[in-house]
């Protein structure tokens, strides 16, 4: 393994608590068989990738005032794979969840909510390799394949998601995606200005109930 360089900064400091923080890896290499077994990225030694040439970046900020964590960048790329980028706003986080003693992780279940929230798919390389194995294994044309998945996208997706209109939009983007894999741009705000409640999340009966609530904005580019 090897890393072309690494960067680590803080933000001022509230009762020890750093209220802005950001990590970057630039050049993380390693073996692709290192990731095998793992979820999601363990695929990847099957679509041909012998290295993994990986960048990370994780940028996040507190604003007391507000209650509200700012994900200003959260991103990872790969050389021929692609890049995905998430940016959002989540409210309800207080003094509070740094000064309690229940876990976090319990306490933000009844006091966070997320705000907004921005997710950037790029494809520079991985798609088409998925597709080719893909295709392989099922004994189809990779463009036969790919037509399945445009179908499944615009067709399945939003019945899926509940019918709504966000829901079409959200099929339709990734079935422009699918057939012709550039960047794929899904934009999501909370109706309510106090934002989703993540328990909402938990207690949804499907994803519809979840889209009801949220504004959301989808795009293939």
């Known amino acids: 393994m090897a890393l072309r360089d690494a960067a680590l900064s803080f933000g001022p400091l509230k009762d020890g608590v750093p209220t802005a923080g950001r990590l970057s890896l630039s050049g993380l290499v390693m073996p692709a068989a290192t990731v095998a077994g793992a979820p999601v990225i363990g695929a990847l030694p099957g679509y041909g990738y012998r290295d993994l040439d ?3 970046v994780a940028d996040l900020a507190w604003d007391e005032g507000r209650r509200e964590v700012s994900l200003r960048e959260v991103a990872l790329s790969g050389r021929d794979m692609g890049a995905v980028r998430l940016t959002g706003t989540v409210g309800g986080i207080g003094p509070e969840i740094f000064a309690s003693g229940m876990p976090a992780s319990e306490l933000l279940m009844f006091t966070a909510s997320a705000k907004t929230l921005d997710l950037t798919v790029e494809n520079t390389g991985l798609f088409e390799r998925f597709i080719a194995t893909q295709s392989r294994a099922l004994s189809l044309k990779p463009e036969e394949l790919r037509q399945e998945y445009v179908s499944a996208s615009q ?3 939003p019945i899926i998601l509940g019918g709504s209109a966000g829901a079409r939009a959200i099929g339709t983007a990734m079935g422009q995606f ?3 894999p ?3 741009v ?3 705000r909370a ?7 993540f328990a909402d ?3 949804a009966r499907s994803p519809a109930a979840i889209l009801d609530r949220v504004e959301v904005e989808a795009k293939a580019e």
Do not use: H, P
């Open 182 to 184: 550039g960047r794929l």
């Open 186 to 188: 899904l934009k999501a």
């Open 54 to 56: 990986l960048d990370l």
């Open 191 to 197: 109706r309510d200005a106090a934002g989703l409640g």
């Open 178 to 180: 699918v057939q012709k």
């Open 201 to 203: 999340f938990a207690l």
């Open 155 to 157: 067709f399945g997706v």
